[in-house]
């Protein structure tokens, strides 16, 4: 088989797999599926991924705050500029410590081994067995992630717009509806509803992402795994 269609298999076949999915045999019902099933099911993937550092930070907050409460409580400097910078403390070292993580947490963009052994197991299952057509399949799967990415900077353009045309219309707008108390008020539900779409389309580019991120690096690491045992593996005869 050519390798554009090894390397097109190879990406279908990992991206279902993330995904818990199964890549149909019938080339119309697994288009379908790539068309209309799957995409939501992989950007909620991305968008896990994405907001685990939230998820830390958030943990890392409670602990910070709760310990700086104990401080404070527990030497009586409460009510004095001690009990200030110790809360200004447990604030900000949360956001020191998610910032400037090591990069063994995050590096792996959240991949499994179990992810790495189906890529090894379905690239042997598919006769890849030597290094050179590893390193080609990789060249080949690069140019599907480079179009990809191209994408995802053109959406990350689009969310950057949308920011900028609501700081505008927000302006704009609170300076007109300063009239009366019910203008205002509906102005307010207003931005605050056109506030949440630009965050849920921030979410869903940065989530998409993720996502890619996730998909080539773990054939990316699979292909190191597989020229390693191939390598490993003494040639017979």
């Given amino acids: 088989m050519p390798i554009f269609a090894e390397?097109?298999?190879?990406?279908?076949?990992?991206?279902?797999?993330?995904?818990?999915?199964?890549?149909?045999?019938?080339?119309?019902?697994?288009?379908?599926?790539?068309?209309?099933?799957?995409?939501?099911?992989?950007?909620?993937?991305?968008?896990?991924?994405?907001?685990?550092?939230?998820s830390i930070w958030a943990f890392l907050s409670f602990a910070f705050l709760i310990l700086g409460a104990w401080l404070i409580n527990n030497f009586g400097i409460a009510k004095t500029e001690a009990a200030n910078v110790v809360m200004l403390a447990a604030m900000i070292i949360p956001i020191f410590l998610v910032t400037f993580a090591m990069p063994s947490i995050y590096g792996d963009s959240g991949i499994s081994q179990n992810t790495i052994t189906f890529v090894v197991q379905h690239m042997q299952a598919r006769g890849f067995l030597n290094t050179k057509?590893?390193?080609?399949?990789?060249?080949?799967?690069?140019?599907?992630?480079?179009?990809?990415?191209?994408?995802?900077?053109?959406?990350?353009?689009?969310?950057?717009?949308?920011?900028?045309?609501?700081?505008?219309?927000?302006?704009?707008?609170?300076?007109?509806?300063?009239?009366?108390?019910?203008?205002?008020?509906?102005?307010?539900?207003?931005?605050?509803?056109?506030?949440?779409?630009?965050?849920?389309?921030?979410?869903c580019v940065w989530g998409y992402d993720a996502a890619l991120d996730k998909l080539f690096r773990a054939i990316e690491f699979g292909c190191n795994d597989l020229c390693h045992l191939v390598e490993a593996t003494p040639n017979e005869g």
């Fill in 7 to 54: 390397s097109l298999a190879v990406v279908r076949a990992v991206e279902a797999h993330l995904v818990s999915e199964v890549d149909s045999n019938i080339p119309l019902l697994s288009y379908f599926k790539r068309l209309i099933w799957l995409p939501a099911k992989f950007l909620k993937m991305g968008i896990a991924e994405k907001t685990k550092g939230a």
């Fill in 133 to 203: 057509d590893i390193e080609l399949l990789k060249k080949s799967v690069k140019l599907f992630e480079d179009r990809a990415r191209s994408r995802v900077n053109v959406l990350k353009w689009l969310v950057g717009l949308l920011w900028a045309g609501f700081m505008y219309t927000f302006s704009k707008g609170f300076e007109q509806s300063m009239t009366s108390p019910a203008e205002l008020m509906n102005y307010a539900f207003m931005s605050a509803g056109l506030f949440m779409f630009v965050i849920a389309a921030y979410l």
